[in-house]
């Protein structure tokens, strides 16, 4: 029987991770036709708000049932704004890993979201899903990726040559790729110990103590 993730939603001091729902539709549609998330991501272009619905409704439901892996909606808890979206994927139950992935939106930025979430994620993954691994990739050009992983506490493993199709737009407005490498990360349950500490001295975390 494939082992499955359970419908979940956790909260940290500012959010909220749940499962996505088609009132998300419109704030999914724009996130992703961000100019960074383009470059970064392999998601259509232009993103539309059926290709948003799909997402939703079929794809990340698909996810989960397989035993794939999980999408989260990452939500403001004051306002419930979507910040952005993780998403567990390559998920193997027999290893108890998986590939961790973020994006955040353009206006959240630079706020601390994505450690904040990946770090509960993560939490989430080794207390309560008795995982043993999480993996990260970041473009090699990505900086912005890599810090996340730096700050949550992930060990830089190495690197995997030419293994990335990263995107860049041309003057004519059309997307174009290129090929360039890939920086493997880990995350084990020991590396998250004063990662919390950390994050909370520099204001973007402050606690996960609500676990729902």
């Not at 992703?32 to 794809?59: C, K, L």
């Not at 973020?102 to 630079?110: L, T």
């Not at 990360?185 to 998250?192: F, M, N």
Request: glycine letters at 6%; proline letters at 4%; charged letters at 25%.
């Amino acid at each position: 029987m494939t082992s499955t993730f359970p419908d979940i939603s956790i909260s940290t001091e500012r959010l909220v991770l749940r499962p996505l729902e088609e009132d998300d539709v419109p704030a999914l549609a724009e996130m992703m036709n961000d100019e960074q998330v383009a470059a970064w991501t392999d998601v259509p272009q232009p993103f539309t708000e059926d290709g948003a619905r799909a997402w939703i409704t079929e794809h990340a439901p698909a996810e989960r049932t397989a035993g794939r892996g999980l999408h989260l909606a990452v939500t403001e808890f004051l306002t419930q704004r979507l910040v952005g979206i993780i998403q567990l994927t390559r998920t193997n139950w027999h290893v108890r890993s998986t590939e961790l992935l973020y994006v955040v939106a353009p206006w959240a930025r630079g706020e601390g979201y994505a450690a904040e979430a990946v770090l509960a994620t993560a939490q989430w993954l080794f207390r309560d899903q008795e995982f043993e691994r999480i993996e990260l990739r970041t473009a090699a050009d990505n900086t912005a990726s890599q810090r996340v992983a730096q700050k949550v506490g992930c060990i830089s493993e190495g690197v995997l040559r030419n293994a990335c199709i990263a995107h860049v737009r041309a003057e004519d407005g059309t997307w174009t790729d290129t090929r360039t490498d890939y920086i493997v990360w880990s995350l084990l349950p020991e590396d998250l110990e004063g990662a919390g500490e950390q994050l909370a001295e520099t204001g973007g975390f402050t606690s996960f103590s609500d676990w729902n």
